[in-house]
């Protein structure tokens, strides 16, 4: 099975919309529905992060990651085990990366909130440029 295919039969195993598990999983809209259409072949924190949407059980988690063509959870990375424990309990998204902050991990969505700063970033230093040369003008 595809990663694709996996999403789709997981919708329906767990009686899930897509809406409901792209919110949960903290992913742009655009860029969630790009994966379930095919359109977007997402790397292994965002398969991640989808996981934690439904949320998937481990064994479910396991499979959607190596349908994705990235490895499985492994229990030899700190990072790995603690998202095995958050999926156990069923933790949302929010509490994973709240637990791998305090022990020190990368979170799950990090890499989303720094590529917001730093379009923000080129915004406001392009507004900037703009202001000063009007003003010159």
Do not use: W
Not at 4 to 18: A, C, P, R
């Amino acid at each position: 099975d595809s990663a694709v295919e996996y999403l789709n039969d997981m919708l329906i195993k767990y009686d899930m919309e897509k809406r409901d598990v792209v919110r949960r999983a903290g992913l742009s809209g655009t860029y969630a529905y790009q994966i379930f259409d095919g359109k977007k072949h997402p790397k292994r924190g965002k398969l991640l992060q989808l996981a934690f949407g439904f949320p998937l059980s481990l064994e479910d988690t396991n499979r959607l990651l190596r349908a994705g063509g990235v490895n499985g959870l492994y229990v030899r990375c700190k990072r790995d085990v603690i998202c095995m424990y958050c999926l156990h309990k069923g933790m949302s998204l929010e509490g994973c990366n709240s637990y791998l902050y305090q022990m020190g991990e990368e979170t799950l969505i990090e890499e989303d909130i720094d590529g917001r700063l730093i379009r923000f970033t080129i915004c406001i230093t392009i507004f900037i440029l703009i202001t000063k040369n009007m003003q010159r003008n």
